[in-house]
């Protein structure tokens, strides 16, 4: 079996495990950065009997280094937005089938397939730049989508208004993706009551608008769309795989994607669940690159395994990953 056959058929805390070590062991010796790393911290590989001992790699290094732990050219560079003069993050990915089937598996796992779901896709900034990880997952989920009315809406509000109305007068199911502040703009111009509408915010005001808290934001997009709750998305240009909010910023991960947190003081040592740290993501669909990835957010961790994004390190880039400071 593959790495990409054992990590999408995980099914156990005990399979991840094993999956984990493997990818592990692989990087550690085929991936030229995070085996120096490794090195720097005088860690034995061959010593470490769990996912919890494995050191995670700050993720500053997508921005400084080719993380690959492949050799083989990359089919496409992945890269994070960021405003003029920044040094942004790159990813590249040797096998795009394996991004495919990461993103493809987890929406349908969260929210079922997408050829039977009318996709909108709010995403102005994203459209407007080269390299977004995200694009490339909405475009294939659009052309998956067998709706006519599946589609990008750049700044046609009025078009997006009408087409939710009648999406809502014909019973269709509707997923709505949108950058926070798109989404801000539209409920600003118009107000619909579509209860059973899936509006899914995947974060970030671009430097539109100033941050919001979370709560603050999802009343507002709440009451313009009249729904319950706001869905997110947590993803980003390191990672091949995303966790999915149903609401009231709790996320969850596919079975290949597991948060741990670090103590911010002491970023070796992992902490218990119901305290806040800096979130390490091991996300298993990135054996290509590093699947383990020490990220700037700040978060907290339940005992279900779910999680909640608190913020960010103060000395981090702003990006656009579900980062609203709390």
């Not at 990135?286 to 978060?299: R, V």
């Amino acid at each position: 079996m593959n790495f990409s056959e054992q990590i999408f058929n995980i099914k156990s805390e005990a399979d991840f495990n094993e999956s984990a070590l493997t990818v592990f062991r692989h990087q550690a010796s085929s991936c030229e950065v995070y085996r120096s790393y490794i090195q720097h911290l005088k860690i034995d590989v061959d010593s470490l009997n769990h996912y919890t001992e494995i050191p995670f790699l700050p993720i500053s290094f997508f921005k400084s280094h080719q993380v690959l732990s492949i050799n083989k050219p990359a089919e496409i560079v992945f890269s994070s937005s960021g405003t003029t003069g920044q040094t942004t993050s790159k990813h590249f990915v040797s096998e795009l089938k394996v991004y495919e089937e990461s993103y493809n598996k987890a929406f349908e796992l969260f929210y079922g397939k997408a050829d039977e779901i009318c996709i909108l896709a709010l995403l102005p900034s994203y459209l407007e730049r080269e390299g977004s990880s995200l694009i490339y997952m909405v475009d294939d989920l659009l052309k998956q989508s067998k709706h006519p009315k599946s589609g990008y809406f750049l700044h046609n509000l009025a078009e997006l208004h009408q087409t939710l109305l009648a999406q809502k007068e014909k019973g269709q199911k509707t997923i709505l993706i949108g950058v926070t502040y798109a989404l801000l703009d539209f409920v600003e111009q118009f107000q619909i009551e579509f209860p059973n509408l899936i509006v899914m915010e995947t974060g970030g005001m671009k430097g539109k608008r100033k941050e919001m808290v979370r709560e603050e934001l999802h009343q507002i997009l709440c009451a313009g769309f009249g729904v319950a709750d706001i869905h997110s998305e947590y993803g980003m240009t390191e990672l091949l795989s995303q966790g999915y909010s149903y609401g009231k910023g709790i996320f969850n991960c596919p079975p290949w994607m597991k948060i741990l947190l670090r103590d911010t003081s002491d970023p070796l040592s992992l902490l218990k669940t119901k305290q806040s740290g800096g979130i390490n993501v091991i996300d298993l669909a990135n054996f290509n690159s590093c699947s383990f990835i020490a990220t700037q957010d700040l978060g907290k961790l339940h005992n279900n395994g779910s999680f909640e994004i608190l913020g960010r390190f103060d000395n981090a880039d702003i990006r656009g990953c579900n980062l609203l400071v709390q």
